[in-house]
C-alpha cells in the first residue's frame, strides 16, 4: 500500500467545470504540499499547507489532519490548467509522493 | 526566483556506459534531492544530500551513486547504464531542515533513455 493515494488517476473536464482532486495518507504529516507538472516536466509548488484552507487564483487546496486527506480544488477550469497534480506528504527531511493526477481540460 | 538548472532535457546512452547527470542551484540550498519518476510510481527517491559531502540513501539507490564536492551542484551518476533506467530524472532542492517546513524547488528534468 502506497504512503500517499491520489485520486482519480486521470480526469478530463470540459472548460469552466469545477474540480476535485482528492489525496489520502497514512504517514503522520504537519504539512502537505501540492505540486503542479507541466508536459515537458517541470514541477512547480502550489501550496503547503498544515490545516484548513488555502486559496491561489483559482485554486484552493483543503486539509483535514484528523482524517488524513486533502483536496485540491480548481473553480472555472482552463486549458491551461492541464497538467499533472502532484500531492507530497513530508516525512523527516524525505516525501513521499502520490502517483499523480493527470488533468486535461478541453475548450 | 529560485533556479535548479539540470545539465541535460534528453539523454541517450548505451548500455554499459558511465552516466552523469548534473544538478546546480542558485539559492544556497543545503538540501538537494535526486528523483526518478516513471509512469504509474509517480516520484521516487534516489538519494539526497544535507551538506557538502554528505548523501543517504533514498528508496531506489541501486544502480546509482551521488557526489555532491559544492553546496550548489549535486551530481547524479549511473555506474553502468542500463535499460531499466531510462526514465525522467528530476532535481530538487530545499532550505535546511525538515521537509514539512521547507517547499522542495525543481528542476525541469532529464529525460534518459538508456538503449
Known amino acids: 500500500k502506497n504512503e500517499v493515494e491520489q485520486s482519480p488517476q486521470n480526469l478530463t473536464a470540459q472548460e469552466g467545470e469545477f474540480i476535485t482532486i482528492n489525496c489520502s495518507y497514512s504517514?503522520?504529516?504537519?504539512?502537505l504540499h501540492w505540486l503542479q507538472q507541466h508536459p515537458g516536466g517541470g514541477i512547480v509548488s502550489l501550496f503547503m499547507?498544515?490545516?484548513g484552507k488555502k486559496k491561489h487564483g483559482r485554486l484552493i487546496a483543503t486539509i483535514n489532519i484528523q482524517e488524513k486527506h486533502s483536496s485540491l480544488h480548481i473553480t472555472a477550469s482552463h486549458p491551461r490548467d492541464s497538467a499533472v497534480y502532484i500531492c507530497?506528504?513530508?516525512?523527516?527531511?524525505?516525501?513521499?509522493f502520490g502517483t499523480g493526477t493527470s488533468l486535461t481540460v478541453i475548450p | 526566483d529560485v533556479k535548479v538548472t539540470q545539465s541535460s532535457r534528453y539523454l541517450v546512452k548505451r548500455t554499459g556506459e558511465k552516466v552523469f547527470l548534473e544538478c546546480v542551484q542558485d539559492?544556497?540550498?543545503?538540501?538537494m534531492f535526486w528523483y526518478r519518476q516513471d509512469p504509474g510510481l509517480g516520484l521516487r527517491l534516489i538519494y539526497f544530500?544535507?551538506?557538502?559531502?554528505?548523501?543517504e540513501k533514498g528508496d531506489i539507490p541501486e544502480g546509482y551513486s551521488v557526489s555532491r564536492e559544492k553546496k550548489e551542484r549535486f551530481s547524479l551518476i549511473l555506474e553502468s547504464a542500463s535499460t531499466n533506467q531510462t526514465s525522467m530524472y528530476l532535481c530538487?532542492?530545499?532550505?535546511?531542515?525538515?521537509?514539512?517546513?521547507?517547499?522542495?524547488?525543481f528542476g525541469a528534468g532529464t529525460r534518459l533513455s538508456v538503449l
Open positions: 530538487a532542492s530545499s532550505l535546511m531542515g525538515v521537509a514539512a517546513k521547507n517547499i522542495q524547488y
Open positions: 504517514v503522520g504529516i504537519s504539512a
Open positions: 499547507l498544515s490545516s
Open positions: 507530497a506528504v513530508p516525512s523527516g527531511n524525505q516525501f513521499y
Open positions: 539559492m544556497d540550498h543545503e538540501n
Open positions: 544530500s544535507y551538506d557538502v559531502k554528505m548523501k
